[in-house]
């Protein structure tokens, strides 16, 4: 079953929701009105926002209040990505020209930063204070995140702990917070919605390491980008940390440098998917994935559970 057949219950939702992000990115700048456009029409899943909309079914449910939050959790991970690409130098997302590719640093930079003001400016309609300290909390952390993974670049002895907590603060935290804040808006006690952060995080953490596996398995045409691309930017994933185990691949990955030629990357692609590190990294995936659904077990009986762990188990299984 396709991802978006699981929460098609929830399309009329989605409507407005993708009609909301429209709205929401009008400033008076045309040229920011195009850059926001641009990476709003650049597609994805819209996982935070489907979090956020299944997490509001533990409680009551009103689109009008939850469109608010998954607009600003959407927009929050829209800004983060203008602001990536700008630090890994990245021309291509998701096969298309990324904003600082089709205009420049600056005008991607400033983008991010409009998108990001955008999604605290609607967290205002949200009238419950811990809702608006957990945000804050997160973005420091997400911002925190951000500076390691600057500083961790090509740095080759880092270790799985190291990994583990950049990619808590890159991708886990967020979606963790889709759930809790989701809940929180629809009125959820604080046990619960504190179980759907937790679902969230081991999801987040999965749902991460099987893109990083990806990097090496798919094809460029799947990923939107050429195949080991993480690694060329110097980004030390799971399969390569597992794969450095191994001092004759480590001494090989070690030569990585981002003019290193097509050819010689396609090589130590090769060398690290006959390592064992990809089946290593599929059962790291497995391990918060199935943290994941033993919590979610803890949480009442409805549609939004059985949708919550079939989308579970689907990103945390893909293969492309």
């Avoid at 608010?68 to 021309?91: F, G, K, R």
């Amino acid at each position: 079953m396709k991802l978006k057949m699981m929460y098609s219950f929830l399309n009329s939702d989605i409507n407005i929701i993708e009609k909301e992000l429209e709205e929401t990115i009008q400033p008076e700048s045309v040229l920011l009105k195009q850059a926001s456009m641009h990476t709003l029409q650049a597609g994805g899943k819209r996982i935070r926002p489907v979090f956020v909309l299944l997490a509001g079914k533990f409680g009551h449910y009103d689109i009008h209040v939850m469109k608010n939050v998954a607009v600003a959790l959407e927009l929050i991970h829209m800004a983060s990505l203008v602001h990536d690409d700008v630090i890994d130098d990245a021309d291509l997302r998701r096969g298309q020209p990324t904003v600082k590719s089709k205009w420049d640093n600056k005008i991607a930079m400033y983008t991010g930063d409009f998108v990001f003001a955008l999604a605290l400016e609607l967290m205002t309609n949200i009238e419950k204070p811990a809702a608006h300290k957990i945000l804050a909390n997160t973005i420091v952390e997400v911002t925190l995140g951000e500076i390691q993974q600057i500083k961790d670049k090509y740095r080759f002895n880092q270790n799985l702990r190291d990994y583990l907590r950049r990619i808590k603060r890159k991708t886990a935290l967020l979606i963790a917070v889709s759930c809790q804040l989701g809940a929180i808006a629809a009125g959820v006690e604080e046990s619960f919605h504190k179980k759907l952060f937790r679902f969230g995080y081991f999801v987040g953490m999965s749902y991460q390491i099987i893109d990083d596996i990806l990097d090496f398995t798919s094809t460029e045409k799947a990923l939107g980008k050429p195949a080991g691309s993480d690694l060329l930017q110097g980004n030390i994933t799971a399969p390569a940390l597992f794969a450095m185990e191994n001092d004759e691949i480590r001494r090989e990955i070690e030569r990585v440098h981002e003019n290193m030629a097509p050819d010689d990357i396609l090589k130590i692609i090769s060398l690290i998917k006959q390592s064992g590190a990809i089946e290593k990294s599929f059962a790291l995936s497995d391990h918060y994935l199935d943290k994941a659904l033993a919590v979610l077990e803890e949480l009442p009986d409805n549609k939004a559970k059985k949708t919550l762990r079939d989308i579970a188990k689907y990103i945390g299984r893909r293969k492309f």
